[in-house]
C-alpha cells in the first residue's frame, strides 16, 4: 500500500505502480507554495517505510488588464496593445508578456508583438490581441481586447483650374483633380463651379463662361468632391 500525503493538503493519493514500475497520477488542486511530500509504503504485515520529497506548486500569474488602440482604427492606424494594469504573481516572480492577434477569429502571422503594423489591416476585418502572462514556469490567463477597423475618407490630392491667366467672360475652363482612398477604393469626383457670391455655375470637369453668367472681375471656383464607396467625402477647391 503507497499513500501520498501533502503537508499543506493532506492525503492526495493511494496510487501504486503500474506493470513497469512507473507511478503517475494528476492533481490541479494542490495549495500554492512550499510542500513536504511524505509517502508511506505499507507491506502486508505491516511494516513500512517513509521517504520525504520537499517540492513546489507554482502559482500561475494572474490576467493583465489591457486597452487596443486606437478604439476606432482606420487602415492607417497601427493597433497597439498596452497593459493598463499588470499581472500579479503570487511567488513575486518576473512576469513577461506574449502576443497573439487574430484576423476574424482565425490566428493571424501578422504580428508577435504589442503592434499591430497598418499594413496587415483592411476596412472591415476584426482584429483580436490576447496578451499571454508568463511568470518562466508557466502561462497564466490570458487578457483579450477586439476593434473592428472603420473605413477611411478618400484623399483629394489638389485640385487645379485653368487657364489661370488672360480669363475672359468667354474663356472655356476646365478643372482637374485626383484622389486616393486608403482602402484602396476608386473615388468617384464630383465638380461644382461657384462664382464669388457662392452662386452655382454648372458642374463637370470643364465651364464656359458667358458674358450673361459672369462679369470682369468675378472669382470663379471649382469644387472637388470625392466620394468613396460608402459615402465618405473629402472636398477641396
Given at each position: 500500500?503507497?499513500?501520498?500525503?501533502?503537508?499543506?493538503d493532506?492525503?492526495?493519493s493511494?496510487?501504486?505502480?503500474d506493470?513497469?514500475?512507473?507511478i503517475q497520477?494528476?492533481?490541479?488542486?494542490?495549495?500554492?507554495?512550499?510542500?513536504?511530500?511524505?509517502?508511506?509504503?505499507?507491506d502486508s504485515d505491516?511494516?513500512?517505510?517513509?521517504?520525504l520529497?520537499?517540492?513546489?506548486?507554482?502559482?500561475?500569474?494572474?490576467?493583465?488588464a489591457?486597452?487596443?488602440?486606437p478604439?476606432?482604427?482606420?487602415?492607417s492606424?497601427?493597433?497597439?496593445a498596452?497593459?493598463?494594469t499588470?499581472?500579479?504573481?503570487p511567488?513575486?516572480?518576473v512576469?513577461?508578456?506574449?502576443?497573439q492577434?487574430?484576423?476574424?477569429?482565425?490566428?493571424?502571422?501578422a504580428?508577435?508583438?504589442y503592434v499591430?503594423p497598418?499594413?496587415?489591416?483592411?476596412q472591415g476585418?476584426?482584429?483580436?490581441?490576447?496578451?499571454?502572462?508568463?511568470?518562466?514556469?508557466?502561462d497564466?490567463d490570458?487578457?483579450?481586447?477586439?476593434?473592428?477597423?472603420?473605413?477611411?475618407?478618400?484623399?483629394?490630392?489638389g485640385?487645379?483650374?485653368?487657364?489661370?491667366?488672360?480669363?475672359?467672360?468667354?474663356?472655356t475652363?476646365?478643372c482637374?483633380?485626383?484622389?486616393?482612398?486608403?482602402?484602396?477604393?476608386?473615388p468617384?469626383l464630383?465638380?461644382n463651379?461657384?462664382?464669388?457670391?457662392?452662386?452655382?455655375?454648372?458642374?463637370?470637369?470643364?465651364?464656359v463662361?458667358?458674358p450673361?453668367?459672369?462679369?470682369?472681375?468675378?472669382?470663379?471656383?471649382?469644387?472637388?468632391?470625392?466620394?468613396d464607396?460608402?459615402?465618405?467625402?473629402?472636398?477641396?477647391?
Amino acid at each position: 500500500l503507497l499513500e501520498w500525503k501533502s503537508d499543506v493538503d493532506g492525503l492526495i493519493s493511494t496510487k501504486g505502480a503500474d506493470s513497469t514500475g512507473l507511478i503517475q497520477f494528476f492533481m490541479d488542486t494542490l495549495t500554492v507554495g512550499s510542500h513536504t511530500l511524505e509517502v508511506t509504503a505499507t507491506d502486508s504485515d505491516g511494516l513500512y517505510s517513509v521517504g520525504l520529497v520537499p517540492f513546489t506548486v507554482n502559482g500561475l500569474p494572474t490576467a493583465p488588464a489591457i486597452r487596443l488602440d486606437p478604439s476606432a482604427p482606420v487602415t492607417s492606424d497601427d493597433l497597439t496593445a498596452t497593459i493598463t494594469t499588470p499581472s500579479t504573481d503570487p511567488e513575486g516572480d518576473v512576469v513577461s508578456y506574449s502576443y497573439q492577434w487574430f484576423l476574424n477569429g482565425t490566428l493571424s502571422s501578422a504580428s508577435t508583438s504589442y503592434v499591430l503594423p497598418a499594413g496587415a489591416t483592411s476596412q472591415g476585418e476584426t482584429w483580436t490581441v490576447e496578451v499571454i502572462p508568463n511568470d518562466g514556469n508557466g502561462d497564466g490567463d490570458k487578457a483579450s481586447a477586439s476593434v473592428t477597423i472603420l473605413n477611411s475618407a478618400p484623399v483629394i490630392s489638389g485640385v487645379v483650374v485653368t487657364p489661370s491667366t488672360a480669363v475672359t467672360t468667354s474663356t472655356t475652363l476646365t478643372c482637374t483633380s485626383s484622389a486616393m482612398d486608403p482602402d484602396g477604393e476608386t473615388p468617384t469626383l464630383s465638380y461644382n463651379w461657384t462664382d464669388s457670391s457662392g452662386s452655382s455655375l454648372g458642374k463637370g470637369t470643364t465651364l464656359v463662361l458667358t458674358p450673361t453668367s459672369v462679369s470682369p472681375g468675378d472669382s470663379v471656383t471649382c469644387e472637388v468632391t470625392a466620394t468613396d464607396a460608402v459615402g465618405a467625402t473629402d472636398a477641396q477647391s
